[in-house]
């Protein structure tokens, strides 16, 4: 049995009158973030992390964000493509850890939902996916809520 980790990494911008998806999940707050697909960028660093560890580039390679086809498309069907990469190549999802990083809103209420989203997405069970949350202390442009990252860590295994 072959196993590998993998490593992702997102930002976006937060602007006023957008919506702010985060893990599939719709959060209530006055800015979202900013992006070619719905910015989720819980999803997308998630991606990069199962992408990276299977060593299939990144979500950019896959998803151009010139590309029309993916213009305000759900990053759960980011994920669920990426999946679709991992098993052509021979491998499946052992779990996902993910930290968000900003401000407001709090994400705890929204956890179970984001973990079912996720766990639906890419096909393995709720247990395997953790999301935690931190802030910035309101220190840079975190603190200063003009942006919101994620950061990802995934192991595959080779079926």
């Not at 850890?97 to 939902?113: G, R």
């Not at 996916?129 to 192991?155: D, H, P, W």
């Amino acid at each position: 049995m072959k196993i590998k980790v993998g490593f992702g990494f997102d930002v976006h911008q937060l602007k006023d009158g957008h919506p702010f998806v985060v893990g599939g999940v719709t959060l209530e707050h006055h800015q979202g973030a900013f992006g070619h697909s719905d910015a989720d960028v819980l999803l997308h660093a998630i991606c990069d992390a199962l992408l990276g560890a299977a060593n299939l580039r990144d979500i950019g390679f896959h998803f151009k964000n010139t590309d029309p086809r993916w213009k305000g498309i759900s990053s759960v069907i980011l994920l669920q493509e990426t999946v679709k990469l991992l098993t052509e190549k021979g491998y499946q999802i052992g779990n996902i850890d993910a930290m968000l990083c900003l401000e407001a809103p709090k994400i705890n209420p929204y956890i179970p939902q984001m973990q079912a989203h996720i766990a639906a997405a890419a096909g393995i069970a709720v247990d395997d996916i953790s999301v935690k949350a931190t802030t910035n202390e309101q220190m840079g442009f975190i603190g200063r809520e003009e942006g919101v990252v994620a950061y990802a860590v995934c192991l595959i295994e080779k079926i």
